[in-house]
């Protein structure tokens, strides 16, 4: 039972921290509840939390792949290890940045907002290698184990995480805007370490096959 906490409270964090940052889907989930009303900007959000999920369970099977067939790991492991390197050099240089760019929005009707959050988080490329290195980095430290309890928990704590964030902006986003700056940089930082941890994690398992 501690593991499944433990899996959840790390999940979620990571999900959290990953939503964070200004981007295409919590400033649409934003626009829409101030245009069409929180309950669409919720409904907007719950859209994006659904298929979030979909794509961690999709990321745990990749996973789960990966540790059954280990002649397929070395080579994943080092493009994981430069899009690791990447991802954090990359976070980094936002976070040294100032100025918050504006985000480009899309409308969003009362009638499809689920189905448009869905869509949204769909064309997301990076869920899934996201989720594939945190189930790999949870696995490498016994946090997670491939049974469905496991896997359940996993796949919740990345939607809720994921909603969590999506309702705050969606209920204080007017707050949060005039605190945007700071807001986003400090979240960037902490996803360069993020980035940098899994790079650290991932270049020891490579030294250590």
């Given amino acids: 039972m501690a593991h499944l906490?433990?899996?959840?409270?790390?999940?979620?964090?990571?999900?959290?921290?990953?939503?964070?940052?200004?981007?295409?889907?919590?400033?649409?989930?934003?626009?829409?509840?101030?245009?069409?009303?929180?309950?669409?900007?919720?409904?907007?959000?719950?859209?994006?939390?659904?298929?979030?999920?979909?794509?961690?369970?999709?990321?745990?099977?990749?996973?789960?792949?990966?540790?059954?067939?280990p002649e397929v790991v070395?080579?994943?492991?080092?493009?994981?290890?430069?899009?690791?390197?990447?991802?954090?050099?990359?976070?980094?240089i936002l976070a040294k940045r100032n100025t918050v760019k504006k985000q480009k929005t899309i409308n969003v009707s009362k009638k499809n907002s689920f189905f448009k959050g869905i869509f949204l988080a769909a064309i997301n490329l990076l869920t899934i290698p996201y989720y594939s290195g945190l189930n790999a980095m949870w696995k490498a430290s016994g946090w997670?184990?491939?049974?469905?309890?496991?896997?359940?928990?996993?796949?919740?704590?990345?939607?809720?995480?994921?909603?969590?964030?999506l309702y705050i902006y969606t209920i204080y986003f007017f707050k949060l805007e005039t605190k945007n700056n700071a807001f986003s940089r400090n979240s960037?930082?902490?996803?360069?370490?993020?980035?940098?941890?899994?790079?650290?994690?991932t270049l020891f398992r490579i030294f250590n096959q």
Wanted: hydrophobic letters at 65%; glycine letters at 6%.
């Fill in 188 to 201: 960037n930082y902490i996803l360069s370490g993020l980035m940098g941890l899994l790079f650290i994690i």
């Fill in 144 to 165: 997670i184990k491939f049974e469905i309890t496991d896997i359940v928990i996993f796949v919740l704590a990345a939607g809720t995480g994921t909603f969590v964030v």
């Fill in 5 to 69: 906490l433990l899996l959840f409270f790390a999940t979620f964090s990571a999900a959290f921290i990953a939503t964070v940052p200004p981007g295409l889907l919590n400033m649409n989930a934003a626009k829409t509840s101030v245009e069409k009303g929180k309950l669409n900007g919720i409904i907007f959000s719950l859209g994006v939390s659904s298929m979030i999920m979909i794509q961690a369970y999709i990321a745990v099977l990749i996973s789960k792949y990966l540790h059954n067939h």
């Fill in 74 to 92: 070395a080579v994943l492991l080092i493009i994981a290890l430069v899009v690791f390197a990447f991802l954090c050099v990359y976070f980094f």
